[in-house]
């Protein structure tokens, strides 16, 4: 514990010394009967909690709390969190000075206690002037399996990680978008549990382990959006996999209309997989079950219904697999195999309307090169007179966006930190300096890069979906 600790409830500037911090941990924890552990930079309240009998509760129960003042601890969260329902376990993330870390976990008894808190803590105002951030939280379970040999079928994977790790579900290989009887020298394995993917990770994450002669690449896989049932209940537009890369769209169109002529509105191929909309849900999901296994040019697809990421916060994930709090995200279909940055690039956006709704970001142009002929007259212009369609990079997009607005140029501030594996993590900081002395002084991602380029862009990408459009 600190010695003295800022005391800000209600707001009162006091101090509160270490011993009386000890004392209000002592009260919290008689008055509930509640135990509390501290381990691993953590502090565990509960887990479980007095008189729990059975499993522990299922995935979906568990919020991710950020934003927390730094000198707030259990005495006065625990109670805001009962509000919502039963406490199962508090995780309040510690640093080695007392402090604690800003972001804390709640497991409640139920899901429906989870979004409870979500509906009614999320953005509230936990003293004068700081507001926490509530979502939901899911335990990571699954690993990124790369330099895998390109000949080996899903069941020699899954058979040679059950020998080589504990608790193994199941493993997604995808196949060569060239080759179909080749995998693309990857998978992803599904386990038990977080702490027997996070086992698994800390034997494979050397770099020396190897299988069938090769070193492997391990790292805990990008988390599956998670999209809640209203939503999906809407959704009308079929994500399709698996397809030859010579596959057209009209073809994909055609094979779609078969059982309903007439109920395709649009495909969206991008190179081995597309998106199907269609003018009725209903439509969807029957074409969904007919269409799902059935072969296009020889390649036998994979369809499953969209999942739409419209604006809201998603997860990011920790060192530690544990997911929080991400940026927005512009409207795009996540699915399995695109959504995962680290191996496949980013997640394919739809810039023509979605449901109705249109992207904040710019209209799709077409990006390829002509030859320069000699004698060929070329006009010098500034690259303010083009459309917002001619860029394709959001740091280009956000200079442009400032220029029309008759604004300064932004500002870039670098920072960075090291992870846990010694790797140089950056971020940027940026500053509009028309719109700093406004509601919002800077705009800052909370996600970390390892290059310089990809920590701009993604900075100058987050600032653009805080911006609105253009």
Not at 178 to 185: A, M, P
Not at 352 to 357: F, H, I, S, W
Request: proline content about 7%; some cysteine; hydrophobic content about 35%.
């Amino acid at each position: 514990m600190n010695e003295e600790n800022t005391d800000g409830t209600n707001g009162c500037s006091k101090v509160r010394t270490g011993t009386q911090n000890e004392a209000a941990l002592l009260a919290l924890m008689e008055k509930t009967g509640y135990n509390m552990v501290q381990e691993n930079g953590q502090r565990k309240f509960g887990g479980p909690p007095p008189g729990w009998e059975g499993p522990p509760p299922p995935r979906g129960c568990e919020v991710f709390v950020g934003k927390i003042p730094r000198d707030m601890y259990e005495d006065e969260l625990v109670p805001v969190f009962e509000r919502a329902g039963k406490i199962y376990e508090f995780r309040l993330m510690m640093e080695f000075s007392g402090e604690n870390r800003g972001y804390a976990f709640v497991m409640y008894t139920t899901k429906e206690e989870a979004q409870l808190a979500i509906r009614i803590l999320n953005n509230y105002e936990i003293r004068p002037g700081k507001f926490i951030g509530v979502c939901v939280s899911l335990d990571n379970c699954r690993l990124f399996i790369g330099a895998i040999p390109k000949e080996k079928k899903k069941e020699e994977i899954l058979d040679e990680m059950k020998k080589v790790t504990e608790g193994v579900v199941d493993v997604i290989v995808y196949p060569s978008a060239t080759d179909k009887t080749k995998n693309r020298g990857f998978a992803f394995v599904e386990y038990e549990s977080h702490r027997a993917a996070a086992m698994a990770r800390r034997k494979l994450i050397p770099g020396t382990f190897q299988l069938w002669g090769h070193t492997i690449q391990v790292d805990w896989a990008d988390p599956e959006k998670e999209v809640d049932e209203e939503t999906m209940q809407r959704v009308k537009v079929l994500y399709v996999r698996n397809l030859m890369i010579s596959t057209a769209e009209e073809t994909i169109k055609v094979e779609f209309s078969k059982f309903k002529p007439g109920a395709v509105e649009r495909v969206k191929k991008l190179r081995d997989y597309a998106f199907v909309h269609f003018f009725n849900r209903e439509d969807a999901v029957a074409a969904m079950s007919v269409m799902n296994g059935k072969c296009i040019d020889g390649a036998r697809i994979e369809v499953t219904l969209a999942k739409p990421v419209i604006k809201e916060n998603t997860g990011r994930q920790h060192l530690n697999g544990q997911i929080s709090p991400n940026s927005e995200n512009l409207i795009v279909f996540a699915n399995k195999e695109e959504s995962y940055p680290k191996t496949l690039g980013k997640p394919p956006t739809l810039p023509a309307r979605l449901n109705g709704q249109h992207s904040p970001g710019p209209p799709e142009i077409e990006r390829c090169t002509y030859p320069l002929f000699p004698g060929t007259k070329l006009t010098p212009i500034s690259m303010y007179s083009l459309k917002s369609s001619h860029f394709n990079s959001a740091v280009m997009h956000l200079d442009y966006y400032c220029n029309k607005n008759n604004w300064a140029p932004p500002e870039y501030y670098l920072y960075s930190t090291t992870s846990q594996d010694g790797k140089v993590l950056l971020i940027y900081k940026i500053v509009i300096p028309a719109i700093a002395n406004g509601s919002q002084s800077y705009f800052m991602p909370d996600k970390l890069c390892t290059t310089l380029e990809d920590a701009k862009e993604l900075a100058a990408q987050f600032t653009l979906l805080h911006l609105g459009p253009f």
